[in-house]
């Protein structure tokens, strides 16, 4: 199997963190790419029609892409135990997944467009998005968190780690300790230290 892989978007860091907890890193070839909204990666544009990242080519099958699929995939093919719990586990994934891409959208805003063409009320609509999100998980989905390891962990703490890598400043610890001290502890586990992005 083949990874296409960028270390700081927290999609593919989801993908990885189930790669290293499932023991299955030494089965996939990463490669890195260089890709943007503007200026896709040909190899990746030919795997996935999207061509965004991540997107795992397998043999025998068509390439699986959108990190949610590629880690319930990569779940089975270990035993499935990061799915356990259902819908519950779902719905956590997918509001982690709701942080990370209010995240991507703020760095896109930020990082992409000249400073004179900046959308302001965009960048603090999904800051909202982000604060909203951390708010409801601090008030219901704190016992899911410190559960046995689910996929609604690992895709918290990539979202979570990507808003403080690229926004340090957006916010969302405040009112939220209980959450804030999870990710604290979260990332000392040696998955998240192994995928750690550096600044770029």
Request: charged letters at 20%; aromatic letters at 8%; glycine letters at 8%.
């Amino acid at each position: 199997m083949k990874l296409y892989y960028s270390p700081a978007s927290p999609f593919v860091r989801k993908v990885m963190l189930v790669l290293h907890e499932t023991g299955q890193i030494t089965d996939v070839d990463v490669l890195p790419v260089q890709t943007s909204v503007t200026h896709p990666d040909a190899g990746l544009a030919a795997s996935n029609p999207l061509a965004k990242i991540p997107a795992l080519t397998r043999d025998g099958g068509p390439t699986l892409y959108d990190s949610r699929v590629i880690c319930e995939f990569l779940d089975e093919r270990a035993g499935g135990a990061l799915y356990k719990g259902g819908w519950d586990i779902k719905v956590l994934e997918a509001t982690a997944d709701g942080i990370a891409d209010a995240a991507v959208l703020m760095a896109y805003e930020t990082r992409m467009r000249p400073e004179d063409k900046q959308w302001d009320a965009w960048i603090e609509a999904q800051r909202s998005k982000i604060l909203g999100a951390c708010a409801a998980v601090e008030a219901r989905w704190m016992p899911t968190l410190t559960g046995p390891l689910n996929i609604g962990q690992l895709a918290m703490a990539a979202a979570l780690a990507y808003v403080d890598f690229r926004h340090p400043n957006a916010g969302w610890r405040e009112g939220n300790p209980q959450l804030s001290d999870w990710l604290l502890a979260f990332e000392s586990r040696p998955s998240m230290v192994a995928t750690r992005a550096e600044a770029s």
